[in-house]
């Protein structure tokens, strides 16, 4: 696995790198002309902010209930990530909308659920950071939280009439579209991969730090 | 004291004749907003700002990210190898 990491990262960078001339060779979008682009960036963000979601309130989970310490360092490993994609996102779509809607940001379901997850990654982060004793199982509750929020930011747009595009735009994407977009979500979740990965060894590090500063108190 | 009016009144219509001039070329003051359907081109956002805003943001936020994770795990490692060293 160690040596996976800089493989994934070498290989999402080359990709990364290669994407602008991809995505400039995609066709224009007919309402929005060439601002609709962001969407190769932001669509992969938003996944991916879900997806850490997911992965913090599972590993909270085998935390609270499998009473499993390690599964706490994917989980805080899984926040952290969740907290970076979901700026990604939250940055992206407000300059997209900006230009397609003539406005920053509309308080639309789909919109302020997404806001809401990632105010849940700031507070569970905090909470770990600076929360002492016990917050450890408090987190993992919020992660619970988040995660259910999941499903509800997901189908939001399908729901309820919202401005935001519909989930039903990426299945129907032509092939001239849909090349540079699974191009970037290939990209995106490799870099993905290797950084929950590092984060994760990054935690069990200190980890281990805290223990061996223990034994040394001890002997 | 002749010299003295006539240098007043030469004094007072510099001072006049510039400001109705300007006057006169003032447009008339704005006394309701209307709004326009069809933003003029000028007026419009250029696209290409908000992508290239969109793609540099997560290009350097994805590399600082990238940074700090080396940064700390270089730091918690070179800790471990210190402590481990002092244990034996």
Sequence with gaps: MKKLNPLLIGLSAIMLGVSPWIINAAPYESTMGLVQKIFYFHFPSAILFLVAALICGVASAIFLFGKKASADGWAIAAAELGLVFGTLTLVTGPLWARKAWGVWWVWDPRLTSSLLLWMIFCAYLLLRKYGGPGSDKLGAGMALFGMANVPFIYVSVNVWRTLHPQTSVVPTLPTDMGIPLWFCFAAFTMLFMALLNLRARLEHQRARVEALYLAEDEA | ?88
């Design chain 2, 1 to 88: 004291m002749r010299f003295y009016r006539a240098f007043l009144m030469l004094l007072a219509l510099s001072a006049v004749v510039p400001c109705a001039m300007a006057s006169a070329m003032q447009p008339p003051s704005q006394s309701e907003f209307l709004p326009v359907e069809d933003i003029p081109p000028g007026e419009q956002i250029p696209a290409f700002t908000m992508v290239g805003a969109a793609y540099g943001f997560v290009w350097v936020a994805l590399l600082g990210y990238v940074w700090s994770i080396a940064s700390r795990l270089q730091e918690v490692e070179s800790e471990i190898t210190a402590l481990e060293s002092r244990g034996k």
